[in-house]
Structures are given as structure tokens and as C-alpha cells.
């Protein structure tokens, strides 16, 4: 093998890795941005279950004081 062919063959190699590299880092970003919207959303249906019984409670007669 010549010298310049194993020099493209290792110019495409580093190519290659690094490609992976940024197609890992982005899938790791998007996991994580869709793990905060998760969390935000539970957080959500939390709050307005919490608020949904505490309606509940108070229109049938239950004082909070």
C-alpha cells in the first residue's frame, strides 16, 4: 500500500470516528432534552391532579382550616 493511500485510508477512518462521535454526543443531547420534557410534563399532571382533588375536597365540605 503507498504512502498516500494509507494516508486517505487514515484521513477517512478519523472521518469516520469522529462522525460517530458527534451522532453519539446528539443522541445523548436529545435523550436528555426529552428526559427534562418528561419530567416537566409529570410535574404537570401531578400539579393538576393535586389541584383536581383539592377542588374535590373543598366542593364536598372539607375545610382546609
Known amino acids: 500500500m ?6 486517505l485510508s487514515e484521513v477517512k477512518t478519523n472521518i469516520l470516528y469522529a462522525s460517530m462521535s458527534i451522532d453519539n454526543e446528539k443522541n445523548e443531547k436529545d435523550q436528555k432534552e426529552g428526559s427534562i420534557r418528561m419530567l416537566k ?23 382546609l382550616n
Open 2 to 7: 503507498s504512502k498516500s493511500t494509507q494516508m
Open 41 to 63: 410534563a409529570r410535574r404537570s399532571i401531578e400539579d393538576y391532579l393535586e389541584e383536581k382533588r383539592l377542588n374535590e375536597s373543598i366542593s364536598n365540605g372539607w375545610d
